[in-house]
């Protein structure tokens, strides 16, 4: 499934340069494109570093399972986005 992130943001960098980061330099553009989704790509090992290192002494299911106030507050937060 990753592969096939990569691939559509290669094959489709010079429209998403164009639609999120226009500007007058034609090559800047696709440079900035490209450098967000690495760094993305080189940001992701700790989306599983720091859940990987509560989650080992805590377990699964406390990693996993968000405490009752986040459950709460969650639905508002994405009720109130939408205006």
Known sequence: MRSNG???CGYFAVTISHLFFPGSDEMASP???LGTFGAAYLVRPLGAIVPGAYAE???RNEALSPP???R???PG???SRND
């Open 57 to 59: 002494p805590a377990g």
């Open 72 to 74: 709460t507050i969650s």
């Open 77 to 79: 937060w994405s009720i």
């Open 6 to 8: 990569s691939t559509c």
């Open 31 to 33: 440079l900035l494109a």
């Open 68 to 70: 009752p106030p986040v």
